[in-house]
């Protein structure tokens, strides 16, 4: 059983930078595959990030996004601190959303009901 705790989310300008941190607990880390998604009020979930595990897979690793996020965030694991992050930059109102980590032991997918394991999300809000 893996759980997840977001942090980091805020209110800031159009422009500014963040950092989100999901920090993991039980199950084996390295062994799981990592995404970040967002749900804005009204609106479905979407993928935002995700990241392959790290334990010798075939795709180590591997890292892949969103285009409506690429080039604009970057998503990163320490497995030596069972924490994954987002680094967001040049941030949008349309960004403004609960983000929310999830976690699975097989490959990455952009299908958010794939994942097994939630955070409990944290809020980014981005004024114009």
């Known amino acids: 059983q893996v759980q997840l705790v977001e942090s980091g989310g805020r209110l800031v300008q159009a422009g500014a930078s963040l950092r989100l941190s999901c920090a993991a607990s039980g199950g084996t880390f390295s062994s799981h595959a990592l995404g970040w998604f967002r749900q804005a009020p009204g609106k479905e979930r979407e993928f935002v990030a995700a990241?392959?595990?790290?334990?010798?897979?075939?795709?180590?690793?591997?890292?892949y996004y969103a285009d409506s996020v690429k080039g604009r965030f970057t998503i990163s694991r320490d497995n030596a601190k069972h924490t994954m992050y987002l680094q967001m930059n040049n941030l949008k109102p349309d960004d403004t959303a609960v983000y929310y980590c999830?976690?699975?032991?097989?490959?990455?997918?952009?299908?958010?009901?794939?994942?097994?394991?939630w955070g409990q999300g944290t809020q980014v809000t981005v004024s114009s």
């Open positions: 999830a976690a699975r032991l097989s490959g990455p997918v952009i299908n958010w009901r794939l994942y097994d394991y």
């Open positions: 990241i392959a595990r790290s334990d010798g897979h075939l795709h180590f690793g591997d890292t």
